[in-house]
T-cell receptor, first 116, second 116 residues
Framework: AQKVTQAQTEISVVEKEDVTLDCVYETRDTTYYLFWYKQPPSGELVFLIRRNSFDEQNEISGRYSWNFQKSTSSFNFTITASQVVDSAVYFCALSGSNSGTYKYIFGTGTRLKVLA | GAGVSQSPSNKVTEKGKDVELRCDPISGHTALYWYRQSLGQGLEFLIYFQGNSAPDKSGLPSDRFSAERTGGSVSTLTIQRTQQEDSAVYLC??????????????FGSGTRLTVV
């Protein structure tokens, strides 16, 4: 079975603080994909990043960085120098080659509040 | 259009009534997906349309739920005899080609359904 766990329901930080959002996944697929999406108050989900199971290189995009570790089945997301505009719900998701890469398994999301 | 468009954005209905939710995918996107986001829950896969192939309906929670996609473009999700547990945000997404789920979808802003 596939599962995504985001244990942090809500996090509050003060602007300019760094914050890490945790994501732990379970899958038996050897080929799988991991994603992060941002859901601002407007409601639409915004794609942030995709990682495939064969690529454990960490990724940095501006203030965002992602740490993929297969050994701990984790795909954590760090925002450096957080800003108020980062306030949103962040979802981690998983799709596997055996169940169909179109069928995402989402975590329950982490609500990030960045206070000015 | 420029993005995935969903209508209505909000719908309040009485228990037992039927509702129709509409999704206009990005022009040219052949794959279309419906997800449901219940309060405090992650997103739950409902159905996947891939071009002219038979859809994957494995996520539909009951036979009260159905969906169609006409002309390979607009999709309608129908919920018959609505129940209070159907209250959720229904999100539609599309991607350029089948199997593009591995590359991330483009989501609409969703329809918030409230059954009273």
């Amino acid at each position: 079975a596939q599962k995504v766990t985001q244990a942090q329901t809500e996090i509050s930080v003060v602007e300019k603080e760094d914050v890490t959002l945790d994501c732990v996944y379970e899958t038996r697929d050897t080929t799988y994909y991991l994603f992060w999406y941002k859901q601002p108050p407007s409601g639409e989900l915004v794609f942030l990043i995709r990682r495939n199971s064969f690529d454990e290189q960490n990724e940095i995009s501006g203030r965002y960085s992602w740490n993929f570790q297969k050994s701990t089945s984790s795909f954590n997301f760090t925002i450096t120098a957080s800003q108020v505009v980062d306030s949103a719900v962040y979802f981690c998701a998983l799709s596997g080659s055996n169940s169909g890469t179109y069928k995402y398994i989402f975590g329950t999301g982490t609500r990030l509040k960045v206070l000015a | 259009g420029a993005g995935v468009s969903q209508s209505p954005s909000n719908k309040v209905t009485e228990k037992g009534k039927d509702v129709e939710l509409r999704c206009d995918p990005i022009s040219g996107h052949t794959a279309l997906y419906w997800y449901r986001q219940s309060l405090g829950q992650g997103l739950e896969f409902l159905i996947y349309f891939q071009g002219n192939s038979a859809p994957d309906k494995s996520g539909l929670p009951s036979d009260r739920f159905s969906a169609e996609r006409t002309g390979g473009s607009v999709s309608t999700l129908t919920i018959q005899r609505t129940q209070q547990e159907d209250s959720a945000v229904y999100l539609c997404a599309s991607s350029p080609r089948p199997g593009q789920g591995a590359y991330g979808y483009t989501f609409g802003s969703g329809t918030r359904l409230t059954v009273v």
